[in-house]
């Protein structure tokens, strides 16, 4: 059974960089899809960036392009999500989710995918 584990959450000011970590353990991530979603209170869940099972083509959804980056470290079975020039708008709680079809590419839609992480706060305030 694959199980999610973020870390890496915190509270920064506007402006300032945080990097996300999403372990994984029972499967290897690499054979997975991996999305990072969020989810501020009030509002509906918002797939943010994807990276593909095998080759690592990355999606990113309008909101973050250009200022977030997802990575995978196959030897750390781990991906992250690198955070630059966060906004409070950015406050919300993030979390990684993996697809249980195999060698599958990967989406933004939330309801794609089967194995959720328990999520890390992240709050942008001045």
């Known amino acids: 059974q694959l199980q999610l584990v973020e870390s890496g959450g915190g509270l920064v000011h506007p402006g300032e960089s945080l990097r996300l970590s999403c372990a994984a353990s029972?499967?290897?991530?690499?054979?997975?899809?991996i999305l990072w979603f969020r989810q501020a209170p009030g509002k509906e869940r918002e797939g943010i960036s994807c990276?593909?099972?095998?080759?690592?083509?990355?999606a990113y959804a309008d909101s973050v392009k250009g200022r977030f980056t997802v990575s995978r470290n196959d030897a750390k079975n781990t991906v992250y999500l690198q955070m630059n020039s966060l906004k409070p708008e950015d406050t919300a709680a993030y979390y990684c989710a993996a697809d249980s079809m195999l060698f599958s590419f990967c989406v933004l839609s939330p309801d794609d995918y089967d194995y959720w992480g328990q999520g890390t706060q992240v709050t942008v305030s001045s």
């Open positions: 990276i593909n099972s095998g080759n690592g083509d990355t």
């Open positions: 029972g499967s290897a991530l690499d054979i997975h899809a």
